[in-house]
């Protein structure tokens, strides 16, 4: 896929969302994706408006834009960020399968204002049972039974 022609054009409206949002009383982020040029969706941070710790700028705009797009493959599509994406989001696009990001401000301008991502970046290095929120594998018969439906299933949509 091409590079957009100008990047800055939609970064300059992602950081106008995230004004926006400020001003109305949402975090300060947010986020656009665009294919071929033209706008797919937008979307702010929306953590204490609608009580989602999910509903962050990026996941808002993804969300949004796999409803119009009505896929949840996004490939063709570039996000535009108002700042560098945390780790979730980070997640959230790669899964959507976007082209290309782009961010304005970095994490560290981020943590300078309480938005700090080192936290998870250091709870995701560490082995799963070590973490401040300790995961424990714990099998049990049957655990495997959704993959093997899975596999099994003929209709499926592979993503």
């Known amino acids: 896929m091409p590079l957009s022609p100008d990047p800055a054009l939609w970064l300059r409206r992602a950081v106008s969302l995230a004004v926006a949002n400020v001003e109305n009383g949402g975090g300060p982020f947010g986020a656009v994706v665009v294919k071929g040029g033209e706008l797919v969706a937008e979307g702010a941070n929306l953590v204490t408006s609608t009580h989602d710790p999910t509903a962050h700028a990026e996941v ?6 796999a409803t119009k797009l009505n896929s949840h493959d996004l490939s063709g599509c570039e996000i535009y960020a108002s700042c560098e994406p945390c780790p979730m989001c980070l997640g959230a696009i790669f899964w959507a399968r976007l082209d290309r990001i782009y961010y304005a401000a970095t994490q560290l301008e981020a943590a300078a204002a309480g938005f700090d991502d080192a936290h ?5 290095a560490l082995p799963p049972t070590q973490r401040q929120i300790p ?6 018969p049957g655990a495997n039974d959704p993959f093997l439906a899975w596999r099994r299933f003929s209709a499926k949509v592979p993503y």
């Open 120 to 124: 998870f970046y250091q709870q995701l």
């Open 60 to 65: 808002t705009a993804i969300r949004r834009a």
């Open 135 to 140: 995961m424990h594998a714990t099998p049990i």
